[in-house]
T-cell receptor, first 117, second 114 residues
Framework: NAGVTQTPKFQVLKTGQSMTLQCAQD?????MYWYRQDPGMGLRLIYY???????DKGEVPNGYNVSRLNKREFSLRLESAAPSQTSVYFC????????????????FGPGTRLTVL | AQSVTQLDSQVPVFEEAPVELRCNYS??????LFWYVQYPNQGLQLLLK??????LVKGINGFEAEFNKSQTSFHLRKPSVHISDTAEYFC????????????FGAGTQVVVTP
């Protein structure tokens, strides 16, 4: 199993350009997440999808949109990139229950390093 | 809502010395607790988790953590670190009684030197 995969690994954009970050998981998980990681701020949740067909805002959704394409795939779109969106983006997935407990243990992809000039 | 505080942003340590990373949480209800590790230029991997039972939890790579409900803490320890333990470590919490999002701490950077 590949686990959680993300493309691309690196991307440089100019201010105002758009792009879509792709994420796929092969663990048959119901829930998927997009985070951004900035120095000293830990991980901040951008959007999440508790199950196929639903999406919800996290802490920092402004400037982003998401699509849960099917159970496997969850994409993040930047419509008009800004320098403040320079960050490392992580996708994660989870099955809510582990050993019968509602744990929301999450599995992470390798990340996309995005620079907006 | 729950929150997580990691008390140290950076911990320098010599190889083969012990290390302790501190994590405190606040929540009015029961929680599950996690420690994740992030090696340079990689995603996060689960080190260990506390769900229930014994308050001393053992994880991968020789790490362990102790859940202390009265002090609302979940400190991570390793008795003897290696250069390869240089990484960032994140504590995270989620509520037990309903599906919820993981709340992460800001992270602790561990730098192991010879």
């Amino acid at each position: 199993n590949a686990g959680v995969t993300q493309t691309p690994k690196f991307q440089v954009l100019k201010t105002g350009q758009s792009m879509t970050l792709q994420c796929a998981q092969d663990m048959n998980h119901n829930s998927m997440y997009w985070y951004r990681q900035d120095p000293g701020m830990g991980l901040r949740l951008i959007y999440y999808s508790a199950s196929e067909g639903t999406t919800d805002k996290g802490e920092v959704p402004n400037g982003y949109n998401v699509s849960r394409l099917n159970k496997r795939e969850f994409s993040l779109r930047l419509e008009s990139a800004a320098p403040s969106q320079t960050s490392v983006y992580f996708c994660a997935s989870s099955e809510a229950r582990t050993s019968g407990k509602l744990t929301n243990e999450q599995f992470f992809g390798p990340g996309t390093r995005l620079t907006v000039l | 809502a729950q929150s997580v505080t990691q008390l140290d942003s950076q911990v320098p340590v010599f190889e083969e010395a012990p290390v302790e990373l501190r994590c405190n949480y606040s929540s009015s209800v029961s929680v599950y607790l996690f420690w994740y590790v992030q090696y340079p230029n990689q995603g996060l991997q689960l080190l260990l988790k506390y769900l229930s039972g014994s308050t001393l939890v053992k994880g991968i790579n020789g790490f362990e953590a102790e859940f202390n409900k009265s002090q609302t803490s979940f400190h991570l320890r390793k008795p003897s670190v290696h250069i390869s333990d240089t990484a960032e470590y994140f504590c995270a919490v989620t509520l037990t009684d309903s599906w919820g999002k993981l709340q992460f701490g800001a992270g602790t950077q561990v730098v192991v030197t010879p």
